[in-house]
């Protein structure tokens, strides 16, 4: 397995431009989530999806949007890039029942707005 | 999301010594996760606890849930250099709603050889 895969591992970005970050798992999970990763912080959750076609908005989720039309794939909206929006962004992935929830987190974007 | 206070900040440290950090919060938890995270990559689970009272080993790491479900701590026994890196305490609330998690700034740990 794969584990959680993310794409592009690097981007720079104008002010006002509009990206994609794409995410993807091979372990069937049913629970994705996006964070993002200031420096010298923890990470906060922007985004979150308890199974295809279900998201929802977690601590942070302004200027993001998400689709999970897929069990495999959560991508993150960035619609109109701004300088605030520079972090590193982790996909995570988990199955939860109710008694367990383990996220494994993939490698990170790390996205500079200029 | 909910404050998490992780301490210390950061260890300096000579191989072979003892490591502990701890995590505490206003609020309960149900579950208490100990991450590490090395330069450039994501945060990997050492270890998960889901009882309060529970302890826990992985190896030479050791970690608590706290019996007031608000703190956690991380013993790390015999440390090496490949122990360097940022540990992340995160509390986790499990509901129907979902369950994220919420971390701690983390504490970076040095080992000199």
């Known amino acids: 397995n794969a584990g959680v895969t993310q794409t592009p591992k690097f981007r720079i970005l104008k002010i006002g431009q509009s990206m994609t970050l794409q995410c993807a798992q091979d372990?069937?999970?049913?629970?994705m989530y996006w964070y993002r990763q200031d420096p010298g912080m923890g990470l906060k959750l922007i985004y979150y999806?308890?199974?295809?076609?279900?998201?929802d908005k977690g601590e942070v989720p302004n200027g993001y949007n998400v689709s999970r039309s897929t069990t495999e794939d959560f991508p993150l909206r960035l619609e109109l890039a701004a300088p605030s929006q520079t972090s590193v962004y982790f996909c995570?992935?988990?199955?939860?029942?109710?008694?367990?929830?383990?996220?494994?987190f993939g490698p990170g974007t790390r996205l500079t707005v200029l | 999301g909910q404050q998490l206070n992780q301490s210390p900040q950061s260890m300096f440290i000579q191989e072979g010594e003892d490591v502990s950090m701890n995590c505490t919060s206003s609020s309960i938890f149900n579950t208490w996760l100990w991450y590490k995270q090395e330069p450039g990559e994501g945060p990997v689970l050492l270890i998960a606890?889901?009882?309060?009272?529970e302890l826990t080993s992985n190896g030479r790491l050791t970690a608590q849930f706290g019996i007031t479900r608000k703190d956690s701590f991380l013993n790390i026994s015999a440390s090496i250099p490949s122990d360097v890196g940022i540990y992340f305490c995160?509390?986790?609330?499990?509901?129907?709603?979902?369950?994220?998690?919420?971390f701690g700034k983390g504490t970076s740990l040095l080992v000199t050889p």
């Open positions: 995570a992935s988990s199955y939860s029942n109710l008694a367990v929830d383990t996220q494994y």
């Open positions: 999806s308890v199974g295809a076609g279900i998201t």
């Open positions: 606890l889901y009882k309060a009272g």
């Open positions: 995160a509390g986790q609330l499990r509901s129907n709603s979902g369950y994220a998690l919420n």
């Open positions: 372990m069937n999970h049913n629970y």
